[in-house]
């Protein structure tokens, strides 16, 4: 007994070390659950001609990866030249997810939109940056030259 037992607690350190090595790996803000940024697209498709299907071919995707809704109200979405979004009082879905479009239309629960007339995010290189109404950073998405038209963040 005394051999299996020695055998069993070894394993038994080596998977609880796994699972905490794992959730320390996650970032905070998947491990308790919260929103992220999931995604920009920053080259829209085609020319880019300032038209507003061309502006809204620009945007930024945010995703609730908590079991509950959350509250967005007065949370700010901005890019390194400080040009600001600032959510509404609405929520997002446990689970959903959110583009927030550059220019015109009318918001859904999975569309929002900026009504700008000129493109956000560059290029080149850029960086989404997310904050809660009090300025706390919740996360933040960076891409270069070496990015295609998109960044998976």
Same mark, same amino acid.
């Given at each position: *007994? ?6 069993? *607690? =070894? ?9 905490? /090595? ?5 970032? =905070? ?15 829209? =498709? ?12 620009? %945007? ?14 007065? %949370? ?25 479009? /550059? ?27 997310? /904050? ?10 960076? %891409? ?10």
């Amino acid at each position: *007994m005394r051999i299996r037992a020695a055998l069993t *607690m =070894p394993a038994l350190a080596l998977t609880g070390a796994a699972v905490l /090595t794992g959730t320390l790996l996650t970032s =905070p803000a998947q491990a308790a659950g919260g929103v992220v940024l999931n995604r920009v697209w920053f080259d829209s =498709p085609g020319s880019d001609t300032g038209s507003n299907s061309s502006l809204n071919g620009e %945007w930024a995707e945010i995703k609730n990866t908590s079991r509950s809704a959350i509250s967005l109200k007065g %949370w700010v979405l901005k890019d390194k030249s400080n040009h600001k979004y600032v959510f509404a009082n609405i929520k997002i879905g446990a689970g959903k997810t959110m583009k927030i479009r /550059t220019g015109s239309g009318d918001d859904t629960s999975a569309n929002k939109y900026q009504d700008r007339r000129a493109y956000v995010w560059n290029n080149t290189s850029d960086t989404a940056t997310l /904050t809660k109404a009090n300025g706390s950073k919740v996360d933040s998405c960076s %891409w270069t030259t070496r990015d295609a038209s998109d960044k998976k963040c």
